[in-house]
Structures are given as structure tokens and as C-alpha cells.
């Protein structure tokens, strides 16, 4: 099984590859679309490889991994990254060249990513967002996912405080079953009104 390709109306989700680290530089060099990425972008060729060994080919080594490639079917070029992690969290994350944003890209790959993991037999996923960021918390609705909870972290390795909404999705019955690790782990937290 490991990644199997997907597609949407517009959209190809595949495996990354070599051939992809430059697009891959493009994207992960870009200060705005990494304002709210958990690390500092890129600064030259060397780290994107390194980026790409650690996150993509060794998870393509994994019995089962869901880390893909955005393109669009017209060219098979990569737009940006979508993945869920398959540790306990299931965590949901995306990011997209900044000339894609607002044309519901992300929301269209996440639905077939989704329906995937669900076939596969995932229980749940989790996302979370800074709170600064309400673009993302949008697109985590729009994919059925639940506010759950907030909490405060000392985020690294940028070092700073953000506060975090962590959404979740549930594939079986029990939809009263929350994730729970950020709140036990973070003594900030809280549940707002939204």
C-alpha cells in the first residue's frame, strides 16, 4: 500500500521525488508561507535535500506513509505538500505556494487524502493552527473537522509562544473521543467560544 497516488478534479497528490527539490526550495525558501511552519525557511539546495531525505524518503520506506506532493493535473508540476503523520496524533498539515492560496487547493486534497485514511482504517485525525493563522482553521472546518481545544506552547524552533487550536476528526462511532496530548502536555489550556 504505502502511498498510493490520488486525484481530484484538478488535482494529482503523488509521492515526492528528487526531481521535485527545486519546486520543494521554492516553496520552503518563502518567508510568508513559512510564517506559521514549524521551522525557519530554507536557505539553499543542501537543506532542502536534507528536508527532503528526512520527511519524504524515509517515510516512503514506512510500511504506510500519506506525505504527498500537491500538483495540478495540467502539468504534474508540485504546488505544495500535503501529509498525515502516522504517529498517535494523525496530524493533518499542508502548505502551498502563495499563488494557489484562496482557490480551495488544500481543501480539495485534503477531502481525498481523507476518504484514503479512512479506507485504510485511521480512526481520527488531528490539526492544529496558530491563532493568527485563521486561514488554516478555515480549511480544517470546511474538511469536517471539530474544534476541540486551545493550548499555549513555547514553539520550536522558532521560540516563541503561540497559541495553538488543535481540530479533529473522528472515522468511527465514537465521536466523542478527543485527542488529548496537547492539552495533558501544555498547562495553558483552554476551550473558547468560537
Not at 59 to 77: G, M, R, W
Not at 113 to 122: H, S
Not at 140 to 159: A, D, F, R, T
Request: charged share 25%; hydrophobic share 35%; glycine share 4%.
Amino acid at each position: 500500500m504505502n502511498t498510493p497516488k490520488l486525484e481530484t478534479a484538478r488535482l494529482i497528490l503523488r509521492k515526492f521525488t528528487e526531481a521535485d527539490i527545486e519546486a520543494l526550495y521554492l516553496l520552503l525558501r518563502d518567508e510568508e508561507v513559512n510564517k506559521f511552519l514549524p521551522w525557519y525557511p530554507m536557505k539553499n539546495i543542501e537543506e532542502i535535500k536534507k528536508f527532503y531525505e528526512e520527511r519524504y524518503a524515509a517515510k516512503y520506506a514506512q510500511p504506510q506513509a500519506y506525505a504527498y506532493a500537491i500538483c495540478l493535473k495540467s502539468n504534474n508540476d508540485s504546488i505544495g505538500y500535503i501529509n498525515i503523520e502516522m504517529e498517535e496524533s494523525h496530524d493533518f498539515g499542508y502548505g502551498l505556494h502563495k499563488e494557489f492560496w484562496h482557490k480551495g487547493i488544500v481543501t480539495e486534497a485534503g477531502e481525498i487524502l481523507i476518504q484514503q485514511v479512512k479506507r485504510d482504517g485511521i480512526s481520527y485525525i488531528t490539526a492544529t493552527h496558530d491563532v493568527n493563522n485563521p486561514h488554516s482553521g478555515r480549511v480544517m472546518q470546511k474538511l469536517g473537522m471539530k474544534y476541540c481545544y486551545s493550548y499555549e506552547e513555547h514553539w520550536q524552533p522558532k521560540n516563541f509562544p503561540v497559541v495553538f487550536r488543535m481540530y479533529q476528526l473522528n472515522f468511527n462511532e465514537d465521536d466523542t473521543f478527543v485527542y488529548k496530548k496537547y492539552w495533558n502536555m501544555y498547562h495553558n489550556h483552554f476551550v473558547e467560544n468560537l
